[in-house]
């Protein structure tokens, strides 16, 4: 008997180990999901509040921080802007897809296979937006395509200008244009690499009350089912009873 009450008691505590490592391995994963789309937020919002009077690896300036997140924010931003232009924020729905699978305990894939097709495509991206807009803008460090995205561009702007002919020169810009960014936008999908749940989850919209059908079976139909009047009873009538003679004392 204690033999058995000894190899139970080793088996309880065993499973309870295993629990303790699922349990501490579920909670780690729901962590670092959660990170991801924290720091996916924290990014959007370092993009959208970016000031380039704000001080960075680009500027050098001694005046308050504008950006949101302070300091970080913006040496965060001006850095994805100096590298990929505005199609940087494209590389904020990766983030936010990896750190959802990390927080439902999915396998997360070849992301190192993705994180590099979707820098691809915002590369690509951010070249078609530079050839589109080919100028300077102010308040963009790198103009539309970053460093890496303008850099693309001038060497098939280099191209498209040997041509020496402007009214050959112009359609090839243009085809340069969507060709690029119809391959910026593939690889972006590719690396993005939504999974059959994953789309079905991001395109369903809120369900609606169920609302009350019509019943539109033939009128002939709905009477055979219904039932059938029952005959009204006769009312059972009660004879009244004899009056009573009452005798009174004398």
Excluded: C, H
Excluded at 75 to 95: C, K, M, R, T, V
Excluded at 102 to 124: N, Q
Excluded at 213 to 236: C, F, L, N, S, W
């Amino acid at each position: 008997m204690a033999t058995v009450a000894g190899s139970a008691r080793q088996e309880r505590g065993a499973q309870w180990r295993q629990d303790l490592r699922r349990g501490a391995k579920r909670s780690g994963t729901l962590l670092g999901g959660a990170t991801l789309i924290v720091v996916a937020l924290l990014l959007l919002t370092a993009l959208v509040t970016y000031k380039p009077t704000d001080p960075s690896l680009n500027t050098a300036a001694a005046g308050p921080v504008e950006n949101w997140l302070g300091a970080p924010g913006a040496y965060a931003s001006d850095l994805l802007l100096s590298l990929f232009g505005p199609p940087a924020g494209l590389l904020l729905p990766l983030i936010i897809v990896l750190g959802l699978r990390l927080a439902r305990g999915a396998d997360m894939g070849r992301w190192g296979r993705a994180l590099l097709l979707a820098l691809l495509g915002i590369v690509f991206m951010g070249t078609a937006a530079a050839l589109l807009f080919n100028e300077a803008v102010n308040g963009l460090p790198a103009s539309w395509g970053g460093a890496l995205g303008l850099s693309l561009a001038q060497l098939i702007g280099f191209g498209i200008t040997s041509i020496g002919q402007p009214d050959i020169a112009e359609p090839f810009r243009v085809a340069a244009v969507g060709l690029t960014a119809l391959t910026g936008l593939f690889l972006w999908y590719l690396g993005l690499g939504l999974r059959s749940e994953e789309r079905k989850w991001f395109t369903t919209r809120r369900e609606r009350a169920p609302r009350l059908v019509q019943d539109e079976r033939p009128i002939a139909e709905k009477r055979r089912e219904e039932p059938a009047e029952r005959p009204a009873r006769t009312p059972i009538i009660t004879a009244p009873e004899p009056p009573r003679t009452v005798i009174a004392d004398r």
